[in-house]
């Protein structure tokens, strides 16, 4: 990378004196951007020496460019998958490219009609601080009008719950009175898909990790039952729980949970493949077994499939403005767990991976 540092400023100062003006207005402008670039693929759980920060001075930007500064990162399970060199549903970032990652800002630089300074948006262009991006780029979402904190539009009101949302709907399909359970309930997801679930007149038992994440899924999301995979016995306690078996399994953790659940999947019962978080950090992924291997085997087979969240991007304002009813509603709640400190970021990522966050993980930069 330091190569090509030294050749993009040689061929500025060979070949262009306004790139020269550029980068003397970044540094007078302090316009600098730090950013986190993949430099190793991890074997299991991703260490510090995965990646390198570096520092760019941002150049003047060009029509139709906006310049945004990051006040807090999102911190993904998925960012795992991202750094395997295999693809998965997405391509996996490169090495020496940046890190993936959603952050929410300002827009302090704007030569675009579309966004003026002061705008506040979303945008997936990963883990950096000053973003330069086109105002065409399509994962950039102004952030609607709101008291909330914009914090909260990379969680409940951001892609997780968004992804609940139609994993929940579309997928897992709720009618009153069937009985739902959603893993990994207390997290970013877990917790809309729950309280959505009981919106729609569900029976939802939550699985979470440990008595604290489970006391708040009974007590403050208020779903009907949480078991602690942890401490619990699972099939006991789901035996308990869903008396008349479960119509509906939203997973996102996979492992002994998706077999335990399994044998009490009623005929007819529809399974929303979201994630499965126990195998993330998995040095051969491929060999691993899946949720597809578990409820594949089964007879009858559950409806099941794997969604992702971007299949219904044409519909991501609508449903942003649904949720954000029901959180000034109070309906839905929420908790976050915000990291001061961008250097924090890759500690934060094993966090969510281990099960240490509690609730949205965020980086306030
Ligand atoms: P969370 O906020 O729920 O954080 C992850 C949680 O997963 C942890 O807090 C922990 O909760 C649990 N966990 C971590 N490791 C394990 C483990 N080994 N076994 C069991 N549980 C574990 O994350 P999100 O809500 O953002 O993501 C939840 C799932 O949704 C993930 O699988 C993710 O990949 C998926 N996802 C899929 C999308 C899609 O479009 N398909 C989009 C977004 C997310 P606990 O302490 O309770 O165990």
């Keep these: 990378f330091k190569q090509k540092t ?20 970044g540094i007078i402008m302090n316009y600098k951007n730090t950013r986190y670039l993949l430099t190793k693929r991890p074997e299991g759980m991703p260490e510090d020496d995965c990646w390198a920060i570096d520092e760019e001075a941002i150049t003047t930007l060009q029509n139709n460019e906006i310049l945004i500064k990051a006040d807090y990162l999102s911190i993904d399970p998925y960012m795992r998958g991202r750094m395997n060199d295999g693809m998965s549903y997405a391509a996996p970032v490169q090495l020496g490219e940046v890190m993936v990652g959603e952050s929410v800002g300002r827009v302090i630089e704007s030569k675009s009609n579309k966004y003026k300074i002061g705008d506040l ?26 008291k909330l904190p914009s914090s909260v539009f990379l969680g409940t009101l951001g892609m997780p719950g968004r992804t609940a949302f139609f994993g929940l709907n579309r997928v897992g399909m709720p009618k009153s ?15 809309v898909v729950g309280q959505l679930g009981k919106l729609a007149g569900c029976h939802v038992v939550g699985v979470a990790g440990g ?23 699972i099939l006991e306690k789901l035996k308990e729980y869903c008396p008349n078996g479960i119509d509906i399994y939203f997973e996102n953790v996979g492992g002994e949970l998706t077999k335990n659940v399994a044998q009490l999947l009623n005929k007819g019962a529809r399974v929303p493949v979201c994630g499965f978080i126990s195998k993330y950090n998995s040095t051969d992924i491929r060999s691993e077994e899946t949720p597809f291997h578990v409820l594949g085997a089964l007879n009858p087979k559950p409806k099941h499939r794997f969604f992702v969240v971007t ?16 959180v000034k509603n109070g309906d839905i709640k929420y908790r976050e767990t915000i990291t001061e400190g961008f250097e924090n970021a890759p500690q934060a990522l094993r966090d969510v991976l281990s099960g240490k966050n509690f609730g949205k993980q965020i980086i306030k930069i």
């Design 177 to 191: 009175g069937e009985t739902l359970v959603v893993s990994a309930a207390s997290g970013a997801v877990g917790s």
């Design 121 to 146: 948006v979303t945008v997936h262009k990963g883990w950096q601080t000053c973003i330069k991006a086109k105002d065409s780029e399509v994962t950039i979402l102004r952030v609607p009008d709101s």
């Design 311 to 326: 299949e219904w991007m044409n519909e991501f304002e609508k449903t942003t403005s649904v949720l954000h009813e029901h």
């Design 6 to 25: 030294a050749y993009e400023i040689a061929s500025c100062l060979v070949g262009s004196e306004m790139c020269i003006r550029d980068r003397i207005k």
């Design 211 to 233: 008595p604290e994440k489970s006391e708040y899924v009974r007590n403050s999301l208020k779903l009907d039952h949480c078991i602690d995979y942890k401490n619990d016995n």
